[in-house]
């Protein structure tokens, strides 16, 4: 039994057991191990009949039995789990292993376990893994990062198992250290902000136009069939089909408002305050997570002030074509906003992330992928080293064309009395990042008035101070 396998897994929920699936049926011989005999002993008989896959509770006969280097990977919850998985494993590994964390944990963890781990000899990977259970199964988006060594052992199985897009895999080494899970965190930051945006665009068309689910289905189904194309409009066009076995009725009309969040996007938005990088259309995504959970408060309110909501007057055909501008402009500008972040850190943390990798594989098995992508792959294959997509000139095109539309629809929500936070902010990140002129003068002032903080001047070199207040101003004041 010892060193026959190729691969480990240790966490056989469904993304665990699927992802080892996935990994068999490409002729890699896998085990899998949990502590839960059930999900052990279920592992085997899910597996396609003549492939090689075991589970097992035993850490040691999970370890002994697989080929050197091994290469171990974890699918389980974020934090301790992992450090606890990591001691389970280490008394059993031999110099050169490769532990893989596949979850998503937050990319300081994986820094400091990188250190600890190379320190006993091993390596360790952090890895993200997009797609959901079905990816996982028939073809995620894999992204790898850490020690460069340890990757090339995983490289033919990573790309094996991978989705694929025009028959290249949607997995490539991410970066040093920890880039991985700070890729994958980042992607998630944009999945945040463009589920964010269809739900904007799906109150105004249901409360401001009074589209019907049937409608809604239709129209998405339409969008996702031109430059739209993504994997998030194409389940939201099936979500709006979708029937309540028990009550016949629509299903999305009976789920709570109340969205559910991870941590991911969260860690997005607090890793760019902190890099010094402006994405506030997923800043305003995660803000809203955190006002949908208020629901009592909002009940409350919603009595207080008794809003309105006028119907949008557009014509149905030409409001839907303005949204469908509006909203592939905002996934532009959610997309850059991300990868502005992901240029900026990975000088910060010298992650060396390739920028154009990432959108390529992003293009296939992640949940943010879409045809837009491969306009964003064109673009860093031509200039791998732009600090923001919205400085290429094929991309500046892009948004000239859908502008208008975007800002028609923001008027047009404004007068109806919908909120449009993550629309409305994409919108405002977009047109202050193209002015030269920011009204920011001002504030220097202020700063310097308050607190002599000084200012800088456009007509001349040199720090500045200014005594602002007048004596007579002075003397009030006393
Ligand atoms: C993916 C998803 C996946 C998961 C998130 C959801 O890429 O497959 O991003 O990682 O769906 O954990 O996060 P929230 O629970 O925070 O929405």
Redesign the pocket.
């Known amino acids: 039994m010892e060193n026959t396998f190729d691969f480990g897994m240790v966490g056989l929920g469904v993304m665990g057991a699927n992802l080892l699936y996935n990994m068999a049926d490409h002729g890699f011989s896998v085990i899998g191990y949990d502590l839960d005999a059930k999900k052990a002993d279920a592992l085997e008989k899910g597996a396609t009949p003549g492939t090689h896959v075991k589970g097992t509770t035993n850490v040691e006969e999970f370890v002994k039995s697989m080929k050197t280097p091994r290469k171990i990977t974890m699918l389980v919850p974020a934090g301790k789990p992992v450090d606890s998985v990591i001691a389970s494993l280490t008394p059993y590994l031999e110099k050169g292993d490769i532990i893989i964390d596949g979850g998503?944990s937050h990319y300081t963890d994986t820094l400091r376990r990188v250190k600890e781990v190379a320190e006993k000899g091993f390596h360790f990977m952090g890895m993200?893994?997009?797609?959901?259970e079905k990816?996982a199964r028939f073809g995620?988006?894999i992204m790898p990062g850490g020690d460069q060594d340890a990757y090339n052992h995983l490289k033919p199985l990573l790309e094996a198992v991978s989705a694929k897009v025009n028959g290249e895999p949607c997995t490539a080494y991410m970066g040093k250290d920890a880039a991985g899970h700070y890729v994958?965190m980042v992607?998630?930051g944009i999945?945040?902000a463009i589920?964010q945006a269809i739900s904007e665009v799906y109150d105004l068309l249901k409360n401001g136009q009074g589209y019907t689910n049937e409608e809604l289905h239709q129209l998405f189904a339409k969008w996702n069939e031109g430059k739209l194309k993504c994997f998030l409009v194409e389940i939201t066009r099936d979500i709006f089909a979708t029937k309540d076995p028990d009550t016949g009725k629509d299903l999305v009309d009976l789920i709570l408002d109340k969205?559910?969040?991870?941590?991911?996007?969260?860690w997005t938005s607090q890793d760019a305050m902190d890099t010094g990088v402006s994405i506030p259309s997923i800043d305003m995504s995660v803000a809203l997570?955190t006002i949908s959970a208020y629901k009592n408060e909002r009940v409350q309110a919603a009595k207080l002030y008794t809003p309105e909501v006028l119907k949008i007057d557009t014509p149905k055909e030409e409001f839907a074509k303005q949204l469908e501008d509006a909203f592939y402009l905002v996934m532009i500008i959610c997309y850059a906003q991300g990868l502005s972040l992901l240029v900026k850190a990975s000088e910060e943390l010298k992650m060396d992330i390739p920028l154009h990798d990432v959108v390529k594989i992003w293009r296939g098995g992640?949940?943010?992928r879409s045809t837009l992508l491969e306009d964003f792959y064109q673009v860093y294959v031509k200039n791998p080293h732009l600090t923001n997509i919205l400085l290429d000139e094929h991309i500046a095109k892009l948004v000239k064309e859908n502008w208008n539309n975007l800002r028609a629809v923001i008027s047009a929500a404004t007068k109806s009395g919908i909120a449009v936070a993550v629309l409305q902010t994409s919108l405002a990140y977009l047109e202050s990042y193209t002015t030269a002129n920011m009204p920011t003068n001002l504030i220097q002032a202020q700063r310097d008035y308050f607190g002599s903080h000084t200012y800088q001047r456009i007509d001349k070199e040199g720090i500045f101070h200014t005594e602002w207040e007048t004596d007579e101003e002075a003397k009030e004041q006393i």
């Open positions: 998503n993200g893994v997009s797609g959901g990816g995620p988006s994958k992607h998630n999945e945040y589920m969205a559910g969040a991870k941590g991911t996007g969260k997570r992640c949940i943010i």
